[in-house]
């Protein structure tokens, strides 16, 4: 069995959604596809298979940077995983937040937030957890990125920026592991059906007084050609492939799953 850890932070706000329930649905879909001693860290708690054992009671937290977690929390995540498990061998970066508004007038605190919690989250998890892969000559990072890191949307700057960077951090990682046993990809997903993104589509259907399926097809169908969402399933499936033999040559990869964005 392989150990992995995943990543997200939670933050109740209008501003700050947060992909806490994608990530746990993700990380589920993944175990039940055959790899083991899953772990989930969010601000709640951690837990790991096969019974969810807490391996941080509450991840610490920072007054002073009340949107995600400091360097020394993700350390913290990092050496509480590896204790309990012995190693790292899939790391799986998937937290993520959004700001929306337009450059002039984005916060630069909400700016921060986003650069801080959808790509230097990343850039330290990995950090910490690549020198005990390469030590073991094998290793999975797969990063959950966006199709914004390839396009961009309006009054997304901070989100479009810190997907773009994670797609560049990918391809860095996958260079710098080219002659090991460790890979580095990302995933692009268009659309998914999240709790997140209800919340949207409940918001249109109220906003348009359309019924709540006219809502889903009119957001999916604005950016998604196949008029269909991307199911955290279908994530969690490619995402079981990039752990696999088949995909070790597979590297630096940006892997749509978008509906034809």
Sequence with gaps: GKSLVGESVEKPDLYHQVNVNGSRKLLDEMHKSGVTKLVFSS????????????????????????YGATKLEIDQMITATEKRFGSIDVLVNNAGIQHVANVEDFPVDRWDAVIAINL??????SRLALPGMKQR??????????VHGLVASMQKAAYVAAKHGIIGLTKVVALETANTGVTCNAICPGWVLTPLVQKQVDARAER???????AKHALVSEKQP???????EQLAALAVFLC???????????WNMDGGW
């Design 226 to 232: 196949s008029g269909e969402f991307v199911k955290p």
């Design 43 to 66: 601000s709640a708690a951690t837990y790991g298979e096969p019974e969810r054992v807490p391996i941080l009671e509450t991840a610490p937290t920072n007054p002073t940077n009340p």
């Design 137 to 146: 000559n094998w290793g999975r990072i797969i990063n959950i990125a966006s």
């Design 208 to 214: 348009e007084g359309i019924s709540n399926d006219a």
């Design 244 to 254: 696999g033999p088949d995909a070790s040559e597979v590297r630096g990869a940006a």
């Design 120 to 125: 230097s989250s990343a850039f330290h998890a």
